[in-house]
């Protein structure tokens, strides 16, 4: 599983290895001022990495939790679109420096410039279709596993299986299904938006985790008896469909 920390170490490297390249083609190989360029694009980096990743969060959780966004919701999809953003605004200045450039090694420091943009951009994309990919993946075999579960009731209904019983053993494959499922995601990131969403939703970052988590979730909408068995063993086997959609589901 990939992390922020992760990210923000490949960012923060990618950054000074741009800003000494530049540097170090721009003065004409002072090593110097190259190192203090590199660092500078370092943590300009870094932070623009992390200002991204966090608006890309926090619209993700207001998605959500409160406006049930679909196919926008994943925070990885929506940071990459601010990026995207942010890298347009830097070619975009790259390009009005080339209009100013007065020497040779001026202009070539800046094609070297925009470059790095270009690749940094296209590392992004690529990043952001393989988190896609993956965790598509993941919810696909999330739902199939809540799928089955109205074919497994059948069958304990046919061997006589009490009604609790039965809404045990749906409410235990489906948090089975849940963890393996959060265990597999590509990214952190990701995983700590639908933790944001369940504090908003049920107050736990877990949300229905536990067996008395669940009962007491479905008490509290009223249900008893039977029919607080079968609404969970009814519940089993739904899925979030704002997080569906954001996993291409």
Same mark, same amino acid.
């Given at each position: 599983?990939?992390?922020?920390?992760?990210?923000? *170490? /490949?960012?923060?490297? $990618?950054?000074? !290895? %741009?800003?000494?390249?530049?540097?170090?083609?721009?003065?004409? +190989?002072?090593?110097?001022?190259?190192?203090?360029?590199?660092?500078?694009?370092?943590?300009?980096?870094?932070?623009?990495?992390?200002?991204?990743?966090?608006?890309?969060?926090?619209?993700?959780?207001?998605?959500?939790?409160?406006?049930?966004?679909?196919?926008?919701?994943?925070?990885?999809?929506?940071?990459?679109?601010?990026?995207?953003?942010?890298?347009?605004?830097?070619?975009?200045?790259?390009?009005?420096?080339?209009? *100013? /450039?007065?020497?040779? $090694?001026?202009? !070539? %420091?800046?094609?070297?410039?925009?470059?790095?943009?270009?690749? +940094?951009?296209?590392?992004?994309?690529?990043?952001?279709?393989?988190?896609?990919?993956?965790?598509?993946?993941?919810?696909?075999?999330?739902?199939?596993?809540?799928?089955?579960?109205?074919?497994?009731?059948?069958?304990?209904?046919?061997?006589?299986?009490?009604?609790?019983?039965?809404?045990?053993?749906?409410?235990?494959?489906?948090?089975?299904?849940?963890?393996?499922?959060?265990?597999?995601?590509?990214?952190?990131?990701? *995983?700590?938006?639908?933790? $944001?969403?369940?504090?908003?939703?049920?107050?736990?970052?877990?949300?229905?985790?536990?067996?008395?988590?669940?009962?007491?979730?479905?008490?509290?909408?009223?249900?008893?008896?039977?029919?607080?068995?079968?609404?969970?063993?009814?519940?089993?086997?739904?899925?979030?469909?704002?997080?569906?959609?954001?996993?291409?589901?």
């Amino acid at each position: 599983m990939y992390s922020a920390v992760k990210i923000g *170490v /490949a960012t923060a490297l $990618a950054g000074f !290895l %741009a800003g000494f390249t530049v540097s170090y083609i721009a003065t004409e +190989g002072d090593v110097k001022a190259s190192l203090w360029a590199g660092a500078a694009s370092a943590a300009m980096s870094l932070a623009v990495a992390t200002g991204v990743l966090a608006a890309g969060l926090l619209t993700s959780i207001v998605g959500f939790g409160i406006f049930g966004m679909g196919a926008f919701a994943s925070p990885i999809f929506i940071s990459f679109i601010y990026g995207s953003a942010v890298t347009g605004y830097f070619i975009w200045d790259t390009g009005n420096a080339f209009k *100013v /450039a007065e020497t040779e $090694a001026e202009v !070539l %420091a800046l094609e070297v410039q925009l470059s790095f943009l270009v690749v +940094g951009w296209g590392v992004s994309l690529g990043y952001t279709s393989v988190n896609s990919r993956i965790n598509g993946i993941v919810r696909g075999q999330y739902k199939a596993t809540n799928r089955a579960i109205k074919g497994l009731n059948k069958q304990w209904i046919s061997e006589g299986v009490p009604l609790s019983v039965r809404a045990y053993r749906a409410w235990s494959i489906r948090h089975a299904a849940l963890v393996k499922a959060r265990n597999a995601m590509f990214n952190s990131v990701e *995983v700590k938006a639908l933790e $944001a969403r369940n504090v908003l939703k049920y107050g736990n970052k877990d949300g229905l985790f536990s067996w008395a988590k669940t009962l007491e979730y479905y008490k509290s909408k009223g249900f008893q008896g039977n029919q607080l068995h079968e609404e969970i063993i009814a519940g089993s086997q739904k899925t979030n469909q704002a997080v569906d959609a954001a996993s291409g589901n």
